[in-house]
């Protein structure tokens, strides 16, 4: 699983996680602007101190859209002088860089280095190292109460995977695999349940972690969406009474492997006809047939269908839902 079947950022943009994403970008420009203020006012909010240099004067509110949807900033007003946030500037990148350190603070906490580097590139001044290590502090404190909090109710569809990220671990570029788990629940809203990070995806790993999630009050799961990894597959039947199903996306990526460059787009139209059936049934018979018709040309593909013909189509079993597999 060295291509992950969906990037962290792309996963939490794309699904209700966004309101965590929209909240953290929030959380640390808000954070930062009155770090900045601070520095221009000569002391903290509310503070008494014969070194302020002026006064604070409330607030104005100002929407900001990124692309984790819009928001709500409240802008510190002085009564001397103003203050606008630079990062606001146009052609700035500065959601961008909000949103790497939030995906920074998800897979092995937040570095006073990328902070820096945040400060740097919305174009803030006056904030000194500590002020920047305590957002540090701030912002991973957030992402481990998110990645920590119960699990409530029953998660019917329970998907895993994983991806490889090169990270710094004592003074040493290594790659390290992120595993995360995406669920929907009964009434058919999708979330971001878990997320960890460890040397490679060892059945032992994976166990574990479908146990921490257990611990935190994973229930109710009926199927499991992966890849064919075996360590994932060993440990779903360790942890989890639940049914298997292997992920659409990476057995097209293996089946269309054995197609030939040429053969790839009608082989892909084949199989997406089984997938169209109404009931599992249907989608059997479909299946078969697709295969047999492959068979004489490409054997090795035909094979590979016979073979995980049960744990891709899985699924059909269970009755639709809305944000279920599909």
Not at 128 to 154: H, M, N
Not at 191 to 217: C, N, Q, Y
Not at 247 to 273: D, E, K, P
């Amino acid at each position: 699983m060295t291509d992950p079947m969906m990037t962290l950022r792309t996963l939490v943009e794309k699904s209700p996680d966004a309101d965590l994403l929209r909240e953290m970008i929030g959380f640390a420009a808000q954070r930062l602007m009155e770090l900045e203020v601070e520095g221009l006012t000569g002391a903290g909010y509310g503070e008494k101190s014969q070194e302020r240099l002026a006064q604070r004067n409330g607030y104005r509110e100002r929407d900001w859209e990124t692309r984790a949807g819009t928001v709500e900033l409240r802008i510190p007003k002085l009564r001397k002088g103003s203050y606008f946030p630079g990062f606001l500037e146009p052609r700035r990148m500065a959601e961008k860089a909000l949103t790497a350190v939030v995906q920074e603070a998800y897979v092995h906490g937040v570095s006073t280095r990328s902070v820096d580097d945040l400060v740097q590139a919305m174009g803030m001044t006056g904030i000194s190292k500590s002020q920047v290590s305590r957002l540090c502090a701030e912002i991973d404190d957030k992402v481990k109460a998110f990645l920590g909090r119960p699990i409530e109710g029953d998660w019917p569809y329970l998907w895993i995977d994983a991806t490889y990220v090169k990270v710094r671990q004592s003074g040493r570029i290594v790659s390290v695999a992120i595993i995360i788990a995406v669920a929907v629940n009964s009434d058919g809203r999708r979330e971001v349940l878990g997320m960890d990070i460890g040397p490679s995806e060892a059945e032992t790993f994976w166990t574990a972690f479908l146990r921490k999630l257990a611990r935190r009050g994973l229930r109710g799961v009926k199927l499991v969406i992966s890849d064919a990894h075996e360590g994932i597959k060993a440990a779903v039947a360790k942890v989890l009474n639940a049914t298997w199903q292997r992920c659409r996306v990476h057995f097209m990526r293996n089946a269309l492997a054995h197609a030939g460059r040429q053969g790839r787009r009608v082989v892909s139209a084949f199989i997406a006809t089984a997938f169209a059936q109404d009931d599992a049934d249907s989608a059997k018979a479909q299946w078969r047939r697709v295969s047999d018709q492959l068979r004489p040309k490409l054997p090795k593909l035909a094979g590979f269908l016979d073979e995980a013909e049960t744990d891709v189509l899985a699924y059909m079993t269970f009755p639709p839902q809305q944000g279920g597999p599909k």
